[in-house]
């Protein structure tokens, strides 16, 4: 099974904070193959959710529009993007010396584009969460108890070298 984009995709049940259990795998079908993803069920903690405001979400379509400039630069590609190739640009980069964007960049444009593709194909909303531990952009589902945490997941990727 080949495993897409994301591997470290958040999961988050009940809401942010202190975890109870360890993760748990989860696999999900998506286009091409599957995605890992983890479960972690978490206690209830104070935390400020609001929706993004238009400034925010400006500065998002902007990240995805330079995401595809930087999915053109290392695939050729002439259809819309699909999550493997998103998972394959990010590989190409990792592995090129010569790096013609910066962590930050990648950070910025591939968290927003993946956090766009869980808003429009999987009925979620882009969120700012404020919590004891600190502040970051979030998509939650409109339907169930869930949230997932795009830029912190391709940073994690990006310091622990994942590319698999």
């Not at 984009?5 to 599957?34: A, M, W, Y």
Request: aromatic share 10%; with cysteine; hydrophobic share 35%.
């Amino acid at each position: 099974m080949k495993i897409i984009f994301i591997i470290t995709l958040l999961i988050i049940h009940l809401s942010c904070g202190n975890r109870i259990d360890e993760k748990k795998e989860v696999q999900i079908p998506v286009e091409n193959g599957v995605m890992k993803t983890y479960e972690t069920p978490v206690k209830n903690s104070p935390q400020v959710v609001r929706k993004i405001s238009k400034e925010e979400k400006d500065k998002i379509d902007i990240d995805v529009k330079s995401c595809i400039v930087f999915l053109k630069y290392y695939l050729s590609l002439n259809t819309e993007p699909t999550l493997n190739d998103l998972d394959q640009a990010f590989i190409l980069w990792q592995k090129n010396k010569e790096k013609n964007y910066t962590a930050q960049q990648v950070q910025q444009m591939l968290g927003s584009y993946f956090g766009n593709y869980c808003v429009n194909t999987l009925n979620m909303e882009w969120v700012f969460i404020e919590d004891e531990y600190g502040k970051d952009f979030a998509v939650q589902s409109k339907d169930f108890v869930v949230m997932t945490f795009p830029f912190s997941s391709i940073q994690k990727r990006i310091d622990d070298g994942e590319n698999d």
